[in-house]
T-cell receptor, first 113, second 113 residues
Framework: GENVEQHPSTLSVQEGDSAVIKCTYSDSASNYFPWYKQELGKRPQLIIDIRSNVGEKKDQRIAVTLNKTAKHFSLHITETQPEDSAVYFCAASPGGSNYKLTFGKGTLLTVNP | EADIYQTPRYLVIGTGKKITLECSQTMGHDKMYWYQQDPGMELHLIHYSYGVNSTEKGDLSSESTVSRIRTEHFPLTLESARPSHTSQYLC????????????FGSGTRLTVV
């Protein structure tokens, strides 16, 4: 089955700096890669996703890049703000009607004002 | 508003009691999932369902059971609660299109004393 590794497990940055979280996956059949943000005491929420036919996707201050050859994908947050502080999860899934997501272990991002 | 709802939000219960955690979604999703989330953040898949009368065990062994008699309803039952069951339980559902992201419920924080 799929195995997703996520690094780092904790990340502390100063407000305004950039943050990068990296994930690797094992199943070459995986073609869908979402990222979730979970604020303290709240539910995980989808913030951005990318499919294997795309190398990069941006949404305001967040971007995701995908390297299918190396089987890794990354989340980039620019101009970080204190409200970006949360746990971030990456995930991967192969296609097919009975797919399910395999999650990384999470990264606790702290943005210091 | 279409969403996924979990009740109760918090539950404190004595050892040996039977409990049912409720999960309902109004999005028409076929696929539903239960995750156990420990204080270390990681999401552990304990049960999933691809539709009515379909239930499967997840990656993490669990003493809980689930049922899927109606599309919108996916309750989780513990026949005899133990302190080791203390955790946060998150329900999720996913878009019927292959490769769709998950929508999570707000979770039930269970404490067994």
């Amino acid at each position: 089955g799929e195995n997703v590794e996520q690094h780092p497990s904790t990340l502390s940055v100063q407000e305004g700096d950039s943050a990068v979280i990296k994930c690797t996956y094992s199943d070459s059949a995986s073609n869908y890669f979402p990222w979730y943000k979970q604020e303290l005491g709240k539910r995980p929420q989808l913030i951005i996703d990318i499919r294997s036919n795309v190398g990069e996707k941006k949404d305001q201050r967040i971007a995701v890049t995908l390297n299918k050859t190396a089987k890794h994908f990354s989340l980039h947050i620019t101009e970080t703000q204190p409200e970006d502080s949360a746990v971030y999860f990456c995930a991967a899934s192969p296609g097919g009607s009975n797919y399910k997501l395999t999650f990384g272990k999470g990264t606790l991002l702290t943005v210091n004002p | 508003e279409a969403d996924i709802y979990q009740t109760p939000r918090y539950l404190v219960i004595g050892t040996g009691k039977k409990i049912t955690l409720e999960c309902s979604q109004t999005m028409g999703h076929d696929k539903m999932y239960w995750y156990q989330q420990d204080p270390g953040m990681e999401l552990h898949l304990i049960h999933y369902s691809y539709g009515v009368n379909s239930t499967e065990k997840g990656d993490l062994s669990s003493e809980s059971t689930v049922s899927r008699i109606r599309t919108e309803h996916f309750p989780l039952t513990l026949e005899s609660a133990r302190p080791s069951h203390t955790s946060q339980y998150l329900c999720a559902s996913s878009d019927p299109n292959p490769g769709g992201g998950y929508t999570f419920g707000s979770g039930t924080r269970l404490t067994v004393v």
